[in-house]
């Protein structure tokens, strides 16, 4: 494992990343780092409530889930879910320690669901100025208006990706992770001050 002071298979000193997956009760952030973990993902779930027994798994988290993915030799992700019910909350401000930035998870089938997507984007980015990535899932039929949708809905600034995603496709989670790798790297360049390197300079493209 590549953790922190550990040395990967090659021998080379890995970093290791903290990802946070979040977004509304039900969406399917649990499922999304149990489709991509490496690992045994580490659970807290219990039965929901009576009055939503009728929702998705009929499971819901408590406090966390923690998975890990290997990028390369050099980086892992640890990923680490929040609960999406409100009365849990309190656990996002430490899950959002540390954290390289998010991946907030929006279910298509539930409009309902927008408001509450935007508020905990609005929470996590008041806890931390990090990049994130918007995952649509639950999709039926023609993904691109849903997501236009979503994107206008959140008032997603142009560098935060949208992207459709089933949770339980590992392709597709993978696809939504390498997405958010591409953006950290975009928001850690335009945040580098000094001047531009040559490359870029006599338009070169990298
Ligand atoms: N069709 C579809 N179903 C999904 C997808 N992701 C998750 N589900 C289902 O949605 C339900 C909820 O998934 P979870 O992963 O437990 O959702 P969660 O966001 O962790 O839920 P909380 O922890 O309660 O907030 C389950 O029945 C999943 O099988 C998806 O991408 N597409
Ligand atoms: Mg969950």
């Known amino acids: 494992m590549a953790g922190p002071g550990s040395r990967s298979r090659s021998g080379r000193r ?19 780092i149990r489709t991509i973990s490496e690992i045994t993902v ?11 027994a009728d929702r998705g798994s009929g499971r819901t988290t408590v406090a966390m889930d923690f998975g890990r993915i290997t990028v390369d030799d050099d980086l892992a992700l ?4 929040t609960p999406g019910q409100a009365r849990f909350e309190f ?15 929006v279910d298509a089938s539930r409009a ?10 609005d929470h996590f980015t008041a ?19 849903v997501l236009e949708a979503v994107r206008s809905a959140l008032e997603l600034p142009d560098e935060v990706p ?21 953006v950290v790297r975009d928001w850690l360049r335009s945040r580098t001050s000094g001047p531009a390197p040559q490359a870029a300079r006599t338009g070169e493209t990298g």
Do not use: C, H
Not at 112 to 121: G, Y
Not at 128 to 145: E, F, H, R, S, T
């Open 78 to 81: 640890y990923l680490f879910g």
């Open 14 to 32: 890995g970093r290791t990343v903290k990802l946070v997956v979040t977004g509304p009760f039900d969406a399917g952030k649990t499922t999304f």
């Open 127 to 145: 806890q931390a100025d990090v990049p994130y990535v918007v995952a649509v899932n639950k999709l039926d039929g023609d993904p691109g208006p």
């Open 91 to 105: 656990m996002w401000d430490i899950l959002a320690e540390g954290m390289l930035g998010f991946v907030l998870m």
């Open 112 to 121: 309902d669901a927008l408001s509450e997507a935007r508020r905990i984007r």
């Open 162 to 182: 949208v992207v459709a995603v089933d949770a339980r496709d590992r392709e597709d989670v993978k696809a939504a992770l390498l997405t958010f790798l591409r």
């Open 42 to 52: 580490l659970s807290t779930e219990r039965d929901v409530s009576p009055d939503q």
